[in-house]
C-alpha cells in the first residue's frame, strides 16, 4: 500500500513542479520596461578658421555654463579636420550643438551629410548662430538638397532668402516668456532668412517678415521636438565699447526645451542635502610677503590672526612649495610659518605648485606674447626647466613631508597662473590622487550683469576635467592688484546671483595670501566671510567640492518609467533637483533617498552617501510622506541613515557644528535627541511635522519620539 502512496505523492509533486516551472517560464515572457539611459553629454562644435578655439568660443562663453546646471556634459571639438566619428564612437551623445559665427567651414557637404545621419540615429540638434555649412573655402555653395533635408528633419521648410536689410523687416511675434531674458531685442529686426516650421509641436519664440512679400513669416528662434534653433542676431547683445554681453534669449530655458529634457532629474554638485555648498581657497601668493597693517608681520601672519583664527570656516590654503622650501628660495623661517599654518584646525593642508607657473601650457609658454614676463621657475633656482610632476607631484610631496603634521597630508593642488593645465598634466594630479582646481573665474555683479560672466563647473580635456572655481578672486575684482584694493567685496553680489534664483555655483570665497597687505583688501575679505556665515550653507573644505564635482561627471541617469529614475556611479555628487515639477518623491517607494527639500527654485532632493545607486520614484501626492520621517536639509553628511519604531538614528558629519531639519514626523510632537553634543535634549515638532537639531557636532545621532 505504501508504494502506491508514494508513487502518487512524487506524480502529484511533478505536476505541481511543472506547473510552477510553466507559470514562472510565462512570466519571464511578460514585456518588461526597459530602462532608459540619459545621454548626458552634448557633443559641441567650433571652427578654428573663425579664430575660435576649445577654450573660446560661442558655446563655453555662453551656454556652457547652463547646459551644466541642467545636469548636462559637453565635449568641445573643432570642425576643421573632425575625424567624424561612427555611431559606436556616438553613442555618449544625445544631442549636438553647433554655434558657428559665419557661414564657411572645410566640407559642408561632407558635414551635413554626417549630420543628417546623426539625425537618423535620434539625436537632437542645437544651431544657435550659423549652420556653418551653406558655403565651402573657395565660397561655393553646398548641396541645397542637404540644408534643405537637415531642416526638414528638424521640423522646418528652409528657403532661404536671406537678408540684412533690417528696414524690411518687422517682427510678427515675440514670446516674452522666454526672449528678451537680460536685454530686450533690438528694435528691428537685425537679420532673416526665411525658416518656416512645418512640424509638430514647433514652439516659436521671435518669428519675422519681409514686409515686401506677403506671407514670409519666418522662425528665427524655435524649439522642438528635435532640438532648437536660434540664429544670429537674436541670441545675445555686445557692448560696442567694453564687449560685455547680454542674452536676448533664455538659454536655460532654450537649451531645456531643444533638449526635451523636462521632468528630468539634474544631478548637482552645488547643493548638499539642500544646502548651498561653501568652502574657501586661497593661492600660496603673497604667503610671506609685506604688509602695510603690521610692519612686524607678513601676509601670511595677518590672514592667519585676522581671518583663520577669527571665523569658523574651513579654509583650503596652499603655500608654493619653492618659496618655502630653504634649498630653493625660501628659509627656515618660512618652513615654521607655513607649519604653523597647517597646524590650525580649519585648514585643508594644499599646494600652490613648486614654482608657481605663469602659463602650463608649453604653446602658451613659449610664445611671443608671454616670452618676456614669464619666468619658468619664479621660485625655483637658475637654470631650472619645466617640470609637471615636480609641479604636482613633487610639491605635495615636500608639504606633506615637511610642513603639515602627518594626519593631514597634501592631496589638493590649485592650479598657479594662467590656470591652464594640459590633459597629460591632470593625468599626473589624478594619477597621484591629487584632488586639483582653479580657473573659471566667475563674476557676476552690478558692472557685469549678466549670466555671460559666470563660467561652466569645469573645463573638458579629453579623458579627464579641470574643475573651476566658484566665484572670481581678488585680483580680478582689484583690476590685478592695482586697485581699488577693497573690490573683492563686491564678489559678494556675484556670490549671491550665482545662488538664486539658479544655484548655479557653489560659494567659493577664492583670494590669495596678499589681500593681508592692505588694509581696505582685509576690511573686504573680512565682509566676504562675515556674509558668508551669515547664509544658511554647508561648510565644506574644497576636496569635499572637487570629489562632488567628480561624481557630478561620472553620474548616470537612467529612466525606468514615467516618474521612476535610477542614478548610479554618483558618488560624492549626493543631489539631484527636479526643476518646475508638481511631484516629489514616493521616500517609501524610492531606494537610497534620505529625503528631500521644496525651494522656489525646484526640489533638491537628497542621495544617500556610500552607495552604488539610487532609485527615486515621483507622485503628485504632496501628502505621500505624511508620518514617514525624512531628511529635509542639514549642513553636512548623513550616513547610515535607519528609520526606528520612534525616529531614526544616523551618523551626522559636518564642519565645526552644524545643523539637521527633519520631517514627516508627527505635527506638535515631543521629541528626543540624542548625540555626542547635546547629550539628551527634548524638541518639539511643529505643526507641519518639522523638527531642527542645532549646534551638533560630528558623530551618532538619536531622535524618538517620546
Known amino acids: 500500500m505504501s508504494a502506491p ?7 502529484f509533486i511533478t505536476v505541481i513542479s511543472s506547473l510552477l516551472v510553466l507559470f514562472i517560464s510565462s512570466f519571464t515572457l511578460l514585456p518588461v520596461a526597459q530602462a532608459e539611459l540619459v545621454k548626458r553629454k552634448v557633443l559641441v562644435f567650433f571652427n578654428s578658421g573663425e579664430g575660435q578655439s576649445v577654450r573660446e568660443n560661442h558655446f563655453m562663453e555662453g551656454f556652457a555654463m547652463p547646459l551644466n546646471y541642467l545636469g548636462f556634459l559637453y565635449d568641445v571639438r573643432d570642425v576643421v579636420g573632425f575625424s567624424y566619428p561612427d555611431e559606436k564612437q556616438m553613442e555618449p551623445y544625445g544631442a549636438i550643438f553647433i554655434g558657428f559665427a559665419a557661414d564657411t567651414m572645410p566640407e559642408p ?71 528678451n531674458f537680460e536685454r530686450h531685442l533690438p528694435v528691428f529686426p537685425p537679420q532673416y532668412a526665411q525658416i518656416v516650421p512645418v512640424g509638430e509641436d514647433i514652439k516659436t519664440w521671435v518669428s519675422v517678415e519681409e514686409k515686401r512679400r506677403p506671407g514670409s513669416q519666418a522662425a528665427l528662434v524655435a524649439t522642438g521636438p528635435q532640438g532648437g534653433i536660434a540664429t544670429t542676431g537674436y541670441i545675445r547683445w555686445q ?22 529634457i523636462e521632468g528630468l532629474p539634474a544631478l548637482t554638485p552645488t547643493t548638499l542635502n539642500g544646502l548651498r555648498v561653501a568652502f574657501a581657497h586661497i593661492d600660496g601668493d603673497g604667503f610671506v610677503g609685506y604688509t602695510e597693517i603690521d610692519k612686524h ?30 634649498d630653493v628660495q625660501g628659509s627656515i623661517d618660512n618652513v615654521e610659518l607655513a607649519r604653523t599654518l597647517f597646524d590650525m584646525k580649519n585648514i585643508e593642508t594644499s599646494s600652490h605648485s613648486y614654482t608657481h607657473p605663469y602659463a602650463w601650457n608649453a604653446k602658451l609658454r613659449n610664445s611671443a606674447k608671454y616670452a618676456e614676463d614669464f ?12 617640470d609637471a610632476t615636480y609641479e604636482i607631484v613633487g610639491s605635495c610631496d615636500y608639504i606633506s613631508e615637511n610642513l603639515a603634521p602627518p594626519e593631514k597630508p597634501c592631496f589638493v593642488l590649485f592650479w598657479s597662473g594662467m590656470c591652464d593645465p594640459t590633459e597629460k598634466q591632470v593625468a599626473i594630479a589624478e594619477k597621484a ?134 542614478v548610479t556611479d554618483y558618488n560624492d555628487c549626493l543631489t539631484v533637483r527636479l526643476d518646475g515639477m508638481d511631484k516629489v518623491p514616493d521616500l517609501g517607494r ?97 505643526d507641519k511635522g518639522e523638527l531642527i537639531v542645532k549646534d551638533i557636532t560630528s558623530g551618532p545621532l538619536e531622535i524618538s519620539r517620546i
Open 297 to 326: 608681520k607678513n601676509c601670511g601672519e595677518i590672514i592667519m590672526e585676522r581671518i583663520f583664527a577669527r571665523y569658523d570656516f574651513p579654509n583650503s590654503a596652499s603655500v608654493i612649495a619653492g618659496e618655502i622650501n630653504p
Open 433 to 566: 590622487g591629487i584632488l586639483n582646481l582653479n580657473g573659471g573665474d566667475s563674476v557676476m555683479d552690478a558692472r557685469r550683469d549678466s549670466y555671460f560672466g559666470v563660467s561652466p563647473l569645469y573645463r573638458e580635456l579629453g579623458k579627464f576635467n579641470q574643475v573651476y572655481t566658484g566665484q572670481a578672486n581678488e585680483n580680478i575684482l582689484t583690476n590685478l592688484w592695482t586697485g581699488p584694493f577693497f573690490g573683492f567685496r563686491n564678489i559678494i553680489e556675484t556670490m549671491k546671483r550665482t545662488g538664486s534664483p539658479r544655484r548655479i555655483m557653489p560659494i567659493d570665497i577664492y583670494y590669495h595670501f596678499y589681500s593681508g597687505e592692505k588694509f581696505s583688501s582685509l576690511k573686504a575679505l573680512e565682509d566676504v566671510y562675515e556674509w558668508t556665515l551669515s547664509q544658511d550653507i554647508a561648510r565644506v573644505y574644497a576636496s569635499s567640492y572637487i570629489k562632488m564635482m567628480r561624481g557630478y561627471l561620472t553620474g548616470k541617469i537612467e529612466k525606468l518609467g514615467a516618474d521612476h529614475f535610477a
Open 590 to 686: 524610492s531606494k537610497n533617498v534620505l529625503g528631500y527639500d521644496e525651494q522656489p527654485e525646484g526640489i533638491f532632493v537628497h542621495l544617500n552617501p556610500g552607495q552604488s545607486r539610487a532609485e527615486l520614484v515621483l507622485t503628485a501626492d504632496k501628502n505621500v510622506n505624511a508620518g514617514y520621517l525624512y531628511i529635509k536639509s542639514g549642513t553636512g553628511w548623513v550616513k547610515d541613515f535607519k528609520r526606528t519604531g520612534r525616529g531614526a538614528r544616523f551618523f551626522f558629519e559636518c564642519f565645526s557644528k552644524g545643523k539637521i531639519e527633519l520631517a514627516g514626523l508627527a505635527p506638535g510632537q515631543a521629541y528626543k535627541v540624542i548625540s555626542q553634543s547635546t547629550q539628551s535634549a527634548q524638541i518639539r515638532s511643529n
Open 109 to 179: 557637404n561632407r558635414f551635413l551629410k554626417w549630420l543628417i545621419s546623426q539625425q537618423e540615429n535620434g539625436r537632437k540638434i542645437i544651431v544657435a548662430g550659423s549652420l556653418g555649412a551653406y558655403l565651402d573655402l573657395n565660397d561655393e555653395n553646398s548641396d541645397e538638397s542637404l540644408v534643405k533635408e537637415f531642416y526638414s528633419n528638424m521640423g522646418f521648410s528652409w528657403q532661404g532668402n536671406a537678408t540684412l536689410d533690417s528696414m524690411h523687416l518687422k517682427y510678427v511675434h515675440v514670446d516674452k516668456n522666454f526672449m
Open 375 to 386: 619666468v619658468i621657475g619664479q621660485y625655483e633656482k637658475p637654470g631650472y626647466k619645466f
Open 5 to 11: 502512496r508514494n508513487l502518487m505523492k512524487f506524480t
Open 239 to 260: 557692448a560696442p565699447v567694453n564687449y560685455l554681453k547680454k542674452w536676448y534669449i533664455n538659454p536655460f530655458e532654450f537649451l531645456r526645451q531643444s533638449l526635451g
